[in-house]
C-alpha cells in the first residue's frame, strides 16, 4: 500500500511511543513472570507482528502494531541487558558495556540488508523477522544461569536533571528527534528519491556503520575538551554533512552513502556525548537516575521525529529529511555553544571518559563502568 508519508511517519512514530511506554510496563512483567517466561512471552507476541502487518493492511492497525512491538522489543531489551549486568564481574563490565555496543550497532547495520530477501513488497520480509524473533527465544528458555534481580521502573527527575545539565537535557532530546526520523524515515527517504532496494540498505547502513565507527574518536576528543565545544563542533559538522548529502541526492548513490557514513559517525554520537556531558556533572550516585532521564528524553524526541519528519516531508519533498537533520543539529549546535561561552569549564580531571551508546533500555545503564566511578566533587559546568 502506498499511503502519504505524513501516515508513513505516524505510524513510524508509534514503536518509539510503545517504546516509551515498555520502559514503565515491562519491569512489572518482569518481576511477576520471571525473565525467562518474561522473554518468551514478549517474544512470542512481537513475533506475531509482522504476521499481522501482512494481513491486516491499513495505518491504524500498523500503528497499533507498531506501539505493541516497540512495547515487546523494549522488553526483550530490559531481559537481555539486566542478565548482562547482572553477570559481568567489575572488572569486566567496561569491556562487556563495549562489546554490546559494538554487537547491537553491528546487527543494525547487517538488518539494512533483509530488504534485498525476497519480494519487498510481498510476504517474505514479513516472515523472515518473526522467525528471527521466534529463533531468539531458543537460547533464553533453554538456559541454565539463574536470573538476575528484578528490574526497577524509571523515576527519572527531568526538572533536575534540566537545572543540572541544561545541554545534555536538550542534546539526550534532540538525539531522539534525530536517531527517530533516521530509523523510522530513512528507507522511505532513500526509496522516494530513486534508490535501489540495494542502494536503500547501503545508505541505511552506511549511516550504522559509520556511527559505531567514528565513536570512539569522536569521544577520545571529547575526553580532552569541554565536551559542549565538541557537541557543537559535532553538530555543526554534521549539519554540513546533511547539507551535503541534499546536493549529492541527485547526482550519485555511492557518494551519498559516502556522505552518510560520516554524517552517522557525527550525528551518532550526539547522546553518548550527552551522557558523557552529564555524568561529569553528577556525582555516581545520582548517574544512573540521570541516565535513565536521557534514555527518556531520547524516546520522547525518538517518538516525535518520524512523524515531524514525515510531515515536512509530504509537504516539501522527501529532499525535506535532510533538511530536518540539518534544521535539529544545526539548533542543537548554537545552544551547545551558547551554554559553553556562559558558564566556565571546570578545572581538568573532573570528567568521566566517553563511551559509545546504543539507546536500549535502563537495564543497560546498571553495565555502564562509569557508574562506579569514585566519588568526587560535583563538576559546575553546564
Known sequence: MDYPVTVTGLVMSAYFVGFILGTYVCPAIIRRAGHIRAFAAMA???????????LVLTPWAWGALRLITGVCIVGLYMVIESWLNALAPNAMRGKIFAAYMATTLGALALGQFLILVGDVLGFTPFALVSILLSLALVPVALTRVPEPPPVAAPRPALRRLFATAPVGFVGALASGLLNGAFFG???????????????????????IVGGAMLQWPVGQLSDRRDRRLVLAAVCASAALLAALAFVAEGYSAPLLAVIAFFYGGLAFTVYGLSVAHVNDLLEPARILEATGGLL??????????PAAAGFLMQQLGPGSLLGYFALVLSALSGYALYRYKLVARPAPGEAHGYLPMAETSQALLQMDPRTEAPARPAATRR
Do not use: C, K, N
Open 296 to 305: 527518556l528524553l531520547h524516546g520522547i524526541g525518538a517518538a516525535i521525529g
Open 185 to 207: 524515515m530513512g528507507a522511505v527517504f532513500a526509496q522516494r528519491v530513486g534508490m535501489s532496494e540495494a542502494g536503500v540498505a547501503s545508505f541505511m547502513s552506511a549511516t
Open 44 to 54: 512470542s507476541v512481537a513475533s506475531t507482528m509482522p504476521i499481522l502487518h501482512a
